[in-house]
């Protein structure tokens, strides 16, 4: 069965610095890879999809992930935070059927 | 037009009520999604239609009755339901096929309060 772990519930950063939001998958298969952002009171957005090209992904928002298939890891990363960044993260896997694995959730925090 | 568009935002009503969240997409997806996401949590799947018919329902009470009029609308029918239902519920639709490699387009949500 394939699952995912977002590693931190919260992560707090000043403005300016970069950001780091940590995702560790399991799959019996090649994976598809997503993370998504849900700003407060709002839908969800896909901020990029690894779907075994290249394993840097480059996404919307200066945002950015690599897929480490030895460490099973999918970290989302950002050199520079903004304030509008603040929101609510999930990677997410997709499994051999229709379906998508949510991870919990990393609700990333702004300092100005 | 990238946009999912659901009605209405917000929704509160009573256990004996009968009430239903409509969602509306033009990119010609023939995918479409509903999920239920409670507060602080990631969001559950319910239903997946694909090309207008029901392909999944995950085991979802019988007080929630989707339906897929055409390839443009998927609604929510509301009956009967519990304070424990009270949640987002987010339409999302794609392409169709595995959802594996495809990209979710998501409509801001119906926020739904059962008293």
């Known amino acids: 069965a394939q699952s995912v772990t977002q590693l931190d519930s919260h992560v707090s950063v000043s403005e300016g610095t970069p950001v780091l939001l940590r995702c560790n998958y399991s799959?019996?298969?090649?994976?598809?890879l997503f993370w998504y952002v849900q700003h407060p009171n709002k839908g969800l957005q896909l901020l990029l999809k690894y779907t075994s090209a290249a394993t840097l992904v480059k996404g919307i928002n200066g945002f950015e992930a690599e897929f480490k298939k030895s460490e099973t890891s999918f970290h989302l990363t950002k050199p520079s935070a903004h304030m509008s960044d603040a929101a609510e993260y999930f990677c997410v896997v997709s499994d051999s059927n229709y379906q998508l694995i949510w991870g919990a959730g990393t609700k990333l925090i702004i300092k100005p | 037009d990238t946009e999912v568009t659901q009605t209405p935002k917000h929704l509160v009503m009573g256990m004996t009520n009968k009430k239903s969240l409509k969602c509306e997409q033009h990119m010609g997806h023939r995918a479409m999604y509903w999920y239920k996401q409670k507060a602080k949590k990631p969001p559950e799947l319910m239903f997946v239609y694909s090309y207008e018919k029901l392909s999944i329902n995950e085991s979802v009470p019988s007080r929630f009755s989707p339906e897929c009029p055409n390839s443009s609308l998927l609604n929510l029918h509301l009956h009967a339901l519990q304070p424990e239902d009270s949640a987002l519920y987010l339409c999302a639709s794609s392409q169709p096929g595995s959802a594996r490699f495809e990209k979710l387009f998501f409509g801001s949500g119906t926020q739904l309060s059962v008293l």
């Open positions: 799959s019996s298969y090649s994976p598809s």
